[in-house]
């Protein structure tokens, strides 16, 4: 089974991070990715192992007056990385949109769902590879002299060094966060596996905490 986790790169102060956190009875490990940079990392739930993190992110952007983007990452097969600005989605990127499970619409019409949550005919399936791939989009969230080339590359997929026969989604993301000079270690990992040891530690916001 292959990797899956939920995260938020967040631009901002910490103390506005966990006000939206603590607001919303949000339960999350907080860690420093760069200067006025944040993995912000929400507890998944129970039942489905998966953390809602678009609304929270939206919630930041209002507070802190800065952009986030949310990371989904399903079993290492496809990642989706969301721009949040204002309150809002103003950016959509995805790794493969030829990755698509078959799906039953409202009338029993089976079609072809993608990740982004686009419905296709079976007779009509999406091309594979990237969407959304603009470096330019990405560059203004990471720190000092980002790598426009390299994180180019690393959207498009072409990342050396991967031995297997495809770029599992969680490598193409670390190598996206290594491209914006961030520390890709908090944004690649569930909260379930936080790593605690992380130097800088981790913040552990609780619900009900201040």
Not at 19 to 32: K, M, N
Not at 67 to 96: I, K, N, Q
Not at 134 to 153: E, H, K, S
């Amino acid at each position: 089974m292959g990797t899956s986790y939920q995260t938020i790169l967040a631009l901002g102060g910490l103390a506005q991070i966990r006000r939206v956190l603590t607001d919303v009875d949000t339960e999350a490990y907080v860690t420093p990715v760069g200067e006025r940079r944040w993995a912000v990392v929400p507890r998944e739930e129970e039942e489905s192992g998966y953390a809602e993190v678009d609304d929270l992110a939206q919630l930041i952007t209002l507070l802190t007056r800065e952009p986030a983007v949310t990371f989904d990452v399903f079993d290492s097969s496809v990642m989706r990385a969301t721009v949040h600005a204002g309150g809002r989605e103003v950016h959509r990127y995805l790794s493969d949109g030829g990755w698509v499970t078959e799906y039953w619409d409202d009338d029993d019409n089976e079609v072809l769902a993608g990740f982004d949550g686009t419905l296709h005919p079976l007779d009509a399936p999406p091309p594979p590879g990237p969407s959304g791939d603009d470096p330019a989009v990405f560059a203004p969230l990471g720190v000092g002299a980002v790598d426009i080339v390299a994180l180019g590359a690393a959207l498009r997929g072409e990342v050396p060094g991967d031995d297997a026969s495809r770029l599992f989604a969680e490598c193409r993301h670390r190598a996206i966060l290594d491209a914006l000079r961030l520390d890709p270690c908090p944004l690649t990992r569930p909260f379930r596996d936080t790593h605690l040891d992380h130097v800088p530690a981790p913040t552990h916001v609780r619900p009900g905490s201040r």
